[in-house]
């Protein structure tokens, strides 16, 4: 993951902000918060305001800077705390909600009827509905696996990448990603299901 | 994703969705970082306390250590010094010592 602005020292901030500087803690959340803000925006809980998760994320980069060792650059650090901190909000969100095909607006409806279609060269023209319906199915994964499908189908990010952000190994970021894929493919499975019935 | 991967109906709609531009905005909220900012430093340790927060947690451990090492020689020890106590009780008895005497006496 590129820095929000190579150009930008963070090793001198970290430093001034350790001696306690006010102005360069403020100038690192500036510089961050672009960073940490896509990362909240993406897996963003339902009924969970991004100011305050993100807030949540800056707290704990403040109290565990002292752990911070330098090994990788301070973004990806940053990155997967904020990674942790959705997964961990996810989770405190135990109930899930089923998904019923009566929930699904008109335009949802349209986009599963386009998507289910055997047609490879197909694909929805109504992104904003496609994303809504994409966004009700992935609420009935697990919060790992919501997380880790959707940096690497949406965000389109490696496995690497994944296990970097994620702090799990190549080898559980498949698997999870392969379970995922099969509840997710059951989930229209029913849909199509109920659409016949 | 792998060109020659059969596009399932997941697949098909991720790329729909991937169509939507992500919201642009993300300049920092007015106040956000002052208030973070001085959040943050209040709630962050110093070296000093993170050195003691190290510290006792390997303080705790060798607590633990030195816990199970006491309550392991105790147990051993009292049960190896069960038989030799109940001796000791009886020699140090003055009434069974009479006992066993006047008995011999007679």
């Known amino acids: 993951m590129p820095d929000p602005t190579p150009?930008?020292?963070?090793?001198?901030?970290?430093?001034?902000?350790?001696?306690?500087?006010?102005?360069?803690?403020r100038e690192l959340v500036e510089q961050l918060y672009p960073l940490v803000i896509r990362i909240v925006r993406a897996h963003l809980p339902r009924r969970v305001q991004e100011e305050d998760l993100s807030q949540e994320v800056f707290m704990k980069m403040f109290t565990r800077l002292e752990q911070y060792q330098g090994n990788v650059p301070f973004t990806h650090w940053v990155s997967r705390i904020a990674v942790t901190t959705c997964i961990d909000q996810l989770r405190a969100q135990r109930r899930r909600p089923e998904l019923?095909?009566?929930?699904?607006?008109?335009?949802?409806?349209?986009?599963?009827?386009?998507?289910?279609?055997?047609?490879?060269?197909?694909?929805?023209?109504?992104?904003l509905a496609a994303r809504e319906l994409?966004?009700?199915?992935?609420?009935?994964?697990?919060?790992?696996?919501?997380v880790v499908i959707r940096l690497l189908d949406?965000?389109?990010?490696?496995?690497?990448?994944?296990?970097?952000?994620?702090?799990?190994?190549?080898?559980?970021v498949k698997v999870r990603a392969f379970r995922a894929r099969r509840k997710l493919q059951k989930h229209f499975d029913q849909l199509k299901k109920a659409e016949r019935s | 994703?792998?060109?020659?991967?059969?596009?399932?109906?997941?697949?098909?709609?991720a790329?729909?969705?991937?169509?939507?531009?992500?919201?642009?905005?993300?300049?920092?909220?007015?106040?956000?970082?002052t208030?973070?900012?001085?959040?943050?430093?209040?709630?962050?340790?110093?070296?000093?306390?993170?050195?003691?927060?190290?510290?006792?947690w390997r303080a705790l451990a060798a607590a633990v250590v030195v816990m199970l090492l006491c309550l392991t020689?105790?147990?051993?020890?009292?049960?190896?010094?069960?038989?030799?106590?109940?001796?000791?009780?009886?020699?140090?008895?003055p009434i069974s010592e009479y006992i066993e005497y006047s008995s011999a006496q007679s």
Not at chain 1, 135 to 146: I, T
């Open chain 1, 7 to 25: 150009e930008f020292d963070f090793e001198a901030c970290l430093e001034r902000v350790r001696q306690r500087n006010q102005a360069a803690a």
């Open chain 1, 100 to 127: 019923r095909w009566a929930d699904l607006s008109e335009n949802e409806v349209q986009v599963l009827d386009a998507v289910l279609q055997a047609d490879d060269a197909q694909t929805p023209d109504d992104s």
């Open chain 1, 134 to 146: 994409l966004e009700k199915l992935l609420a009935q994964l697990k919060p790992q696996d919501q």
């Open chain 1, 154 to 172: 949406l965000e389109q990010k490696s496995v690497a990448e994944v296990a970097a952000l994620t702090g799990w190994n190549s080898a559980l």
């Open chain 2, 1 to 13: 994703m792998k060109r020659d991967q059969k596009k399932t109906p997941w697949i098909r709609l």
């Open chain 2, 15 to 33: 790329e729909a969705a991937r169509k939507q531009p992500p919201e642009a905005s993300v300049e920092v909220p007015t106040g956000f970082s």
């Open chain 2, 35 to 56: 208030r973070v900012a001085a959040q943050g430093l209040s709630e962050m340790k110093g070296g000093l306390a993170v050195a003691l927060d190290r510290f006792s």
């Open chain 2, 73 to 93: 020689s105790f147990y051993s020890g009292n049960s190896t010094n069960s038989a030799s106590s109940e001796d000791e009780t009886l020699l140090l008895d």
